[in-house]
Antibody, heavy 120, light 111 residues
Framework: QLVDSGGGLVQPGGSLKLSCVASGLTFSDSAVHWVRQPPGKGLEWVGRIRSQSKNYATKYAESVTGRFTISRDDSENTAYLQLNSLKTDDTAFYYC?????????????WGQGTLVIVSS | EIVMTQSPLSLSVTPGESASISCTSSQSLLQTSGNNYLDWYVQKPGQSPQLLIYLASNRASGVPDRISGSGSGTDFTLKISRVEAEDVGVYYCMQGLQSWTFGPGTRVEIE
């Protein structure tokens, strides 16, 4: 199970840090992805962080590269998404996701989502 | 970037009938392993998305066998047999071969 939190209202150019707490799965061995969804629109993959055994490698969508950073604290079973230089287009529900046990590119578990609103 | 397209973008189905959704990728999703890196997800009203089908044709845990996925390379299909009211939602295909990209979604409604 994944629980997202940290969303809220932020001004353009501002920053926010989202959290994703995992329970009931081998968090430290798993990658964590973030996916976002503007209200009433479709899904967009944001980025992912791999496990320690994969050197915590990160990968990001082009639309957020250089502005968003994914990190994790395995001791707390928590992953983070740092959002900087926010734009109004970043307004969305943000979901953290965990991989399928055998198809690791598939997103099998999803958080409930946390809403980020970028507005002045 | 691999671009995903879906058709139709909306679908109205009579309960008990079948529904099919097509998904096309701009590049082949077939790897030398024989796996097609194509998944299907559904987002039911007010809920987070959930995995339905992984690697083109494998049902995720708890998915009924009236839901099936097929296809290979660049062309894929999700079929829902004997549609029920609980199938209402938006269905997305997603490729996981090069980064991850979702299709635009297909809205399924019940007549």
């Amino acid at each position: 199970q994944l629980v997202d939190s940290g969303g809220g209202l932020v001004q353009p150019g501002g920053s926010l840090k989202l959290s994703c707490v995992a329970s009931g799965l081998t968090f430290s061995d798993s990658a964590v992805h973030w996916v976002r969804q503007p209200p009433g629109k479709g899904l967009e993959w944001v980025g992912r962080i791999r496990s320690q055994s994969k050197n915590y490698a990160t990968k990001y969508a082009e639309s957020v590269t250089g502005r968003f950073t994914i990190s994790r604290d395995d001791s707390e079973n928590t992953a983070y998404l740092q959002l900087n230089s926010l734009k109004t287009d970043d307004t969305a529900f943000y979901y953290c996701c965990g991989p399928h046990a055998t198809s690791t590119t598939s997103l099998d578990s999803w958080g409930q989502g946390t809403l980020v609103i970028v507005s002045s | 970037e691999i671009v995903m397209t879906q058709s139709p973008l909306s679908l109205s189905v009579t309960p008990g009938e079948s529904a099919s959704i097509s998904c096309t990728s701009s590049q082949s999703l077939l790897q030398t392993s024989g796996n097609n890196y194509l998944d299907w997800y559904v987002q039911k009203p007010g809920q987070s998305p959930q995995l339905l089908i992984y690697l083109a044709s494998n049902r995720a845990s708890g998915v009924p066998d009236r839901i099936s996925g097929s296809g290979s390379g660049t062309d894929f299909t999700l079929k829902i047999s004997r549609v029920e009211a609980e199938d209402v939602g938006v269905y997305y295909c997603m490729q996981g071969l090069q980064s991850w990209t979702f299709g635009p979604g297909t809205r399924v409604e019940i007549e």
